[in-house]
C-alpha cells in the first residue's frame, strides 16, 4: 500500500509543516503507511466507530483510520505546529475529524461523546505512554467509556502490560492492565520504521475491558500490588508490612504461604488479598 489517499506523502507533510520530531514530547514519527493501517486495521471494526486518537503528529495513523472507515476520529494534539497538517486531513475527509488542541494527560472525552463509546488507538509519546495507560485503566466507573485500546508502547512496556505471574516482565501494571482487560501484543515495529528513529523496538498492544473484573476496591488492590512489587524479590511476609496488617492474613485469604514472592502470585490471589485488607480496615473502623 503505496497511498491510502491523495494526501501528500507524510514525509512531504513534515517537510511542507516543519514538523522536527521534538524529543521533549516523546515524538517519533511512524512515516510508513503500510504500519499505520495496519495498526488501524488492528481496531477493527472501523465502520460506524468513534476514535480517540492521541499525538497524531503529522497524521500518518489518523489518515489510515479515516480511509478505512472510522466515522468520527477525535484526534488530541499538544504540539501546536501539527494542527495545520490535521486541519488538512480534516478537509479531505469533512466532518470526521475533530481536531482538539490540548494535553491528552488532562482531555476529558466525555463532552465530546456525549455517552458514545469509543476505541482509543494512538502511537503514544513514549515520555507519558504508560502514565496514560494507568489512567485509562483506573476510570471510574466501570466498564469504561471506550471498548478496545489499540496502543504502541516501547516493546518493554508492552511486555509488562501483557505479563502473568511466573513471568519477568508481571508487575503492578500487569497486574492492574489483566484484572481489568484482555490484553495482547499484536505486533512489533522496528526502530527504522521511525524518525527518528528509537532506540528500542516498539509493540502495539491491544486491551479490551472485563465487562465484570473480579470484584475488588481498585484503590487496594493497587496498594497490595504495590506493597508486593515494592519489594518484589522479598517474601510476602516482609513485602507486605508496608500495609500495617499482618501479611500472613492476606496470604492465607489468597490461598497462598506468605513465603511466596510478588511474582508468582496470580491476579486473583491479589484480588482475594484487596478483598481480605478491605474486610480488616473495616473491621477497625
Given at each position: 500500500?503505496?497511498?491510502?489517499?491523495?494526501?501528500?506523502?507524510?514525509?512531504?507533510?513534515?517537510?511542507?509543516?516543519?514538523?522536527?520530531?521534538?524529543?521533549?514530547?516523546?515524538?517519533?514519527?511512524?512515516?510508513?503507511?503500510?504500519?499505520?493501517?495496519?495498526?488501524?486495521?488492528?481496531?477493527?471494526?472501523?465502520?460506524?466507530?468513534?476514535?480517540?486518537?492521541i499525538?497524531?503528529g503529522p497524521?500518518?495513523?489518523?489518515?489510515?483510520?479515516?480511509?478505512?472507515?472510522?466515522r468520527?476520529?477525535?484526534?488530541?494534539?499538544?504540539?501546536?505546529?501539527?494542527?495545520?497538517?490535521?486541519?488538512?486531513?480534516?478537509?479531505?475527509?469533512?466532518?470526521?475529524?475533530?481536531?482538539v488542541?490540548?494535553?491528552?494527560?488532562?482531555?476529558?472525552?466525555?463532552?465530546?461523546?456525549?455517552?458514545?463509546?469509543?476505541?482509543?488507538?494512538a502511537?503514544?509519546?513514549?515520555?507519558?505512554?504508560?502514565?496514560?495507560?494507568?489512567?485509562?485503566?483506573?476510570?471510574?466507573?466501570?466498564?469504561?467509556?471506550?471498548?478496545?485500546?489499540?496502543?504502541?508502547?516501547?516493546?518493554?512496556?508492552?511486555?509488562?502490560?501483557?505479563?502473568?505471574?511466573?513471568?519477568?516482565?508481571?508487575?503492578?501494571?500487569?497486574?492492574?492492565?489483566?484484572?481489568?482487560?484482555?490484553?495482547?501484543?499484536?505486533?512489533?515495529?522496528?526502530?527504522?520504521?521511525f524518525?527518528?528513529?528509537?532506540?528500542?523496538?516498539?509493540?502495539?498492544?491491544?486491551?479490551?475491558?472485563?465487562?465484570?473484573?473480579?470484584?475488588?476496591?481498585?484503590?487496594?488492590?493497587?496498594?497490595?500490588?504495590?506493597?508486593?512489587?515494592?519489594?518484589?524479590?522479598?517474601?510476602?511476609?516482609?513485602?507486605?508490612?508496608?500495609?500495617?496488617?499482618?501479611?500472613?492474613?492476606?496470604?492465607?485469604?489468597?490461598?497462598?504461604?506468605?513465603?511466596?514472592?510478588?511474582?508468582?502470585?496470580?491476579?486473583s490471589?491479589?484480588?482475594?488479598?484487596?478483598?481480605?485488607?478491605?474486610?480488616?480496615?473495616?473491621?477497625?473502623?
Amino acid at each position: 500500500m503505496s497511498a491510502i489517499d491523495d494526501l501528500p506523502p507524510l514525509r512531504e507533510v513534515i517537510r511542507q509543516h516543519a514538523l522536527s520530531a521534538r524529543k521533549s514530547l516523546g515524538q517519533n514519527f511512524l512515516l510508513d503507511l503500510n504500519l499505520t493501517a495496519r495498526i488501524a486495521r488492528a481496531a477493527a471494526p472501523l465502520d460506524d466507530s468513534t476514535i480517540v486518537e492521541i499525538g497524531p503528529g503529522p497524521g500518518g495513523l489518523t489518515r489510515a483510520l479515516l480511509a478505512l472507515g472510522a466515522r468520527r476520529v477525535i484526534a488530541i494534539e499538544h504540539d501546536e505546529r501539527a494542527i495545520p497538517a490535521l486541519q488538512d486531513i480534516s478537509a479531505r475527509y469533512p466532518g470526521r475529524l475533530e481536531i482538539v488542541h490540548g494535553d491528552a494527560m488532562t482531555f476529558d472525552p466525555g463532552p465530546l461523546l456525549a455517552g458514545e463509546r469509543a476505541k482509543i488507538v494512538a502511537n503514544l509519546p513514549y515520555n507519558i505512554a504508560t502514565q496514560l495507560l494507568i489512567n485509562w485503566l483506573t476510570t471510574e466507573p466501570w466498564p469504561p467509556w471506550y471498548d478496545m485500546m489499540v496502543l504502541m508502547f516501547q516493546r518493554e512496556v508492552g511486555e509488562r502490560i501483557v505479563a502473568h505471574e511466573d513471568e519477568e516482565a508481571y508487575g503492578r501494571l500487569g497486574v492492574l492492565a489483566n484484572w481489568r482487560c484482555e490484553t495482547k501484543i499484536l505486533f512489533d515495529i522496528a526502530p527504522s520504521a521511525f524518525v527518528p528513529p528509537p532506540k528500542v523496538t516498539s509493540s502495539v498492544v491491544r486491551l479490551k475491558p472485563r465487562a465484570e473484573p473480579l470484584r475488588c476496591d481498585r484503590r487496594l488492590l493497587e496498594q497490595v500490588a504495590a506493597s508486593a512489587f515494592g519489594q518484589r524479590r522479598k517474601m510476602l511476609r516482609q513485602s507486605l508490612k508496608s500495609l500495617g496488617v499482618d501479611p500472613a492474613r492476606l496470604a492465607q485469604a489468597a490461598g497462598v504461604d506468605a513465603t511466596r514472592r510478588a511474582e508468582t502470585i496470580p491476579i486473583s490471589g491479589f484480588v482475594a488479598m484487596a478483598r481480605e485488607l478491605a474486610d480488616i480496615r473495616k473491621q477497625a473502623e
